[in-house]
Structures are given as structure tokens and as C-alpha cells.
């Protein structure tokens, strides 16, 4: 380790096997650390709840977070609701950059960002139901999906079955992720219960799932992943497990016991590594909180972290970045921050 | 109780499965114009964006103007090359929810604002001169759900919902007024109200509409109207009575008029927002005609990316062979270089 960094240190102990109700107690511990200020935030900027981190091939880091609440305004007949979300860019040693995407239309309420192979951008925003693509120099390149004109109250509901419709109107989406020949999955995840396939272009491929608890269906999709062989893994959370399913959407098999996947990441190389997190509901900070680091076929390699308030604890993550094996950004919502994280 | 908690996305789509098969333009064996898009034709200053561009104009000195649904609704301005001079009307009252921009004879630059009710005429500069319309008091509050039929009766200096605005050579004001009345509106040019077709009441008659979407007044005075939900077009005279209609160009988007002396009329058959199956393959073209109604060709299908169309919402066609769309759900404006039609390509 680069000694240079400031390091937080804490040593597990027993005292957390308590934590996971749902997850393998078994799971070796792994050692780790936390980085002290990740992201520094200039002078009168704040991070809101952290719905996305993700890092591009120079090693900058985004983060899309929740700052606010929707300012709505009252317009004919109709309340127009506004902004709400930011997204920032730091440098590899977490410096500042800039701010991407500011007051865009489709920034309401965070859900993921990611960072595509040619370092493009993805916003989801599960207010607006937009997926939005930013190129490298932060200009939009394509848009999924469109913000509803206005907002009614009450709100809308869950999607039906969840099984949504055949194109790009989403029910709050959750998460992006793209195979090798750049098609799009989108799993449209908190309000639909569904994953959603374009092609690289955008045009609308298929979308599979509905709302249920059989192999296929979803309680509702948390997180989504793609392997280099194309095969789509999605967190199941409200079912407590992760789908697996091949390139055009046919199950192949579920993993359970890791809890609620509500964000997870794959690593690249020739023995990928799938981090899956059993984030801690926000207002419960005594059962879950671990991150599970695995095999593609299930097999557990270890666990790391609790549910908690301090550095090396975790409050409901909800995103994992995991360019390099061994060094991951977790963004959590509750705890309003990013943390970095070195695995020993 | 439990029919308000229908959302909007469902509603839309029972709304859209009759009136789908309409949308096709029954037209046929029209020629296809080539085209170039032109790659990042408008250049934003770093960190600003584009939101819903659904209005679109240019001037005499080929500035463009973008009246977007960003975070907050804008109006931006750039020259004849697509740098970005200015923002006009920043925080102004009258901007909630864009709908159009046009520019008049004089280089006045006019907007229409669905959100606001508001239809405001700025000088050059960016000065307002005049103001149609009120904005409603935010003390009477919103309605729980959308407001069904039967609309309010339609007033004469009173806007719902608002869509598009024209001039004839007098400088008459016409307004199509909109999506909960559904009339044309003609203003002298000093604001004071002359006539009216159509009412609150949609209809599907000649002089009648159904959501008026778009507007746009010829040299000789006549009224080019796009009858939206009707998937027509109407032309109007000068004092609104019906001249005739065009159904077979599919829906009634937007309608541009070209400048003259040789005057052309672009519809557009745009693809429905939403990308419902199907209807990438039936809809999304802009056809080119003469004022008599003879079509010369069309343009352009949908798409994500450029050259593609995402819900074209408004046509600027100062000139004819250089076309300018903004789009609804790309945020995004293209310049389009139209070619004559296939067999003389690279013909001006």
C-alpha cells in the first residue's frame, strides 16, 4: 500500500456476525481499508444521498447525487417540477473538476451513474425515467426515455406487473450496463420490474421480466451487470437474490443468499470478480450493510463491512465502482458520501 | 378515488392504441430528398445545455433561436455560424413551459408558452413589447388531476395552453390556442382581438380542431394550421374560414412556411413521443410541398442519433433548402442540408 495515504484502520472482530440476517455468515473476512476524503468537495458544494460513483479509464471519479428535493412550480394547470440532482467530476486523486450536466432537464432524482468502455457517461435518473449519455467532454449524446411534462398528486403509481412497455418509457430505472458489441440494458427496476435491451444505437431490442418471485420475474431490480461474455446479472432485491440470465434474457440461474444486490459491479480481466453489496435499509444501521466479493458462478470468495455511520461502515449502498480489483468507490445513500476503499 | 392513481404513462398509451394506425400518411410513391445533418451545428458554452427542444426560428440574419424545457425553460440565441451570443429572458415570468419561438418580419422574436398561458413578443434585443395573455395566479393553485372536458368557454385575451403564433404582411396576429381550447385566434397588430375559429370545444369539421399544434400565415394571408389529434392539416383565410384540409400527410405536428418570393410548406409527421413499437416504421418523415398542396418529396426518419428524429416539434424554413428541427426527446437541434430530390443529387 502507498503509505502516503491516510489510512483508517479497524479491526473486525466477531462482533458483527450479527449483522447479516440474510447473507453467508460463513464468508471469510476480507481486510480493508478506507480512504480518507475520496472526493474533496470545493468550498459551498455538497454531496446529497450518493445514488452513483463510477470512474473512467483515467481514473476520474462521477458521482450523481441527490442534492435536494424537486422545486415545483405551478404552471397551467399543471405543477412542473424541477431539478434536484447534480453530478460532479473529480480527478484520480479526488480533486474537483467540474460539474456535468448542470440544471439539464432530466436531473430529478439520481439513481446510478456509470462509465462506459469509450469513458461515455450514464446518468439514470429514476424521476425523470430518463437514461442520459453524456460523451467524455460532457455534451448529451443519447437519451433514453423522457421526463414526464408534469408531476401529479398523488404520485404514479408502481408500474402494473411490472412488465412495462415494449420501448423506452421506464418506471423508475435503476441501473445501466452494456455488452461487448454495445447494446444497452437497463433495468427498469424500482417502479417497473423489468430489464429493458437497445442496441447500441438506442432502438429498442426487448425487455423481459414482470413482477413476481418465479425464475424471471423480480420483486424489483436493484442493480444490473454485464459479463464479458454478454450474460446479464441483475440484483433482485425485494426476492434477495441475483439473476442471471443470458444475452437476450433467457434465465440461467439465481444466486441467492447475498442478500438485496442492491448495487454490484464486475470487474474485467480473465478471472472476473462480482462485488455485490447487502446494503442496510437507511433507517437500520444494526442487520446488513456487508459487500460480498464472488465468483460469476456464485462461489463466495469473501465479505467485507457493516452497516454504519463511520468510515469503513456502509449506509445503504447503492453503487459500486470496481475498475481496478482491489480499489473500489461505494457510493451510499444514507451517509451522503463516497467512500474509497482498498481490499487487502 | 382509485381512478386518479391511473399514472399518466398508462393513460397516454390507451389514449394513442386507436388513433395509432392514423398515423401513417396515406400518401404514396413521394420521392425521397436526399439530406446532410450538419455535425454540432449549435455550440453551447462549456456547461450549458440543451433541455426538450421543442421550439426552434431563425432571423433575417440567420441567428438562431432555441426556446428549450430545460431545468428551468430557456431561450438562447446564436449567430449565423452556431456560436452562442445570448440568453433572453432569463427568469422571466412568462417562461414555464415552452412550446414555440418565431421570429416576424421585423426580427421581433415571439414567444408561446403552454406553462405560462403567455405569448410574448421581445425586440431584438430581447426588450418585451408586448404580452398576450396572463399567466394564472399561483394563489388559485393546481388541480389534483389533469382537467377532462368540457373545457371553460374560450375567452378573447385568455390562453389555455397555447401552441404556436404567426403574422400576416398587415401584421395581424394569428395564435393556435391550444391544447384545452382548440381555436385559432387573430389579433390586429396591436393586440386586440379580431376573430376566432374553432372554440373550447374540439371538433373534427373544416374550421374545427382538435389540439391546433402548430401555425404558420403564407404571403397571401392564409393560415397554415396543424390539426394535430385530428392528423390534418387546415388552411385558413385571413379572417379564418376554412379553405381546406390536408389528411395524407399523416399527423398534424408542425407546419413551416418558407420565405418567399417562391413559398414551400413543410409538414411533419412525427414519431409519437414514447417510441411505442411500430412506430418507428410509420411515422417520423417531413414531407415538402407546394402551396397548392402538390407534395415534392420527403425526409428524414426517426431515430436516436443524428440524422435521426426524435419527435420533431418544430420546423424552421427561412430557407428551404436548409432546414432546422428541434426535437423533443433528443434535446437536440439539426441543420439539415436538403438535396434535390433522388436523380439529381448535389442540384441545389
Redesign the interface.
Known sequence: MNTTLNIVTVTLTGGLLAASLFAQNSAPEIKFDSVANAVQLPSGLYLGEVAGVATNSKGDIFVYTRTGHPTV????????A??SSRMFQFDRTGKYV??I?????G?MTAAQVRVDPSDNVWAVDEMSNMVMKFDPE???A???G?K??SE???P??P??DGAG?????F?RPTDVAWDAAGNIFVADGAGNARIAKFDK????VKSWGKRGTGPGEFANVLSIAVDAQGNVYAGDGGNKRIQVFDNNGVFKTAFSNFGNAQAMCITKGANPILYVSNSNPWNDIDSAGEIYRMRLDGTVLGKFGRAGRLLKEFGAVNSIDCRSENTLFVGELANLRVQKLVLH | MKRILISPVALSVLALAPAFAQRRATIQNVPEIPFTTVPNFLKLPPGEYLGEAVAVATNSKGHTFVFHRSNNNRLFEFDQTGKFIKEIGSGFLGFEFAHSVRVDKDDNIWTVDEGSNMVTKFSPEGKVLMVLGRRPLAVLGVLPVAPQPPNRVAQKYEFCRPTDVGWDPQGNIFISDGYCNNRVVKYDKDGRFVAQAGSEKAGSALGEFNLPHGLQVDLQGNVWVADRTNNRYQVLDNNLKPIREITNVGVGWTVCVSGGPHQYVFFSNSNPNGNQPGTWDITGEIYKAELDGKVLGRFGRPGKNPPGFQVVHMIDCRNPNEIIVGEIESWRVQKLILKSPAGNIGAQ
Open positions: 412550480t405551478i404552471g397551467t394547470m399543471r405543477p412542473f424541477h431539478g467540474r460539474e450536466g448542470k440544471d439539464t432537464y436531473f460532457g455534451g448529451v443519447m437519451l433514453l423522457r414526464a411534462e401529479f398528486i398523488p404514479r403509481t408500474g402494473g412497455q415494449p420501448t423506452d418509457l418506471n444505437d438506442g432502438k429498442f
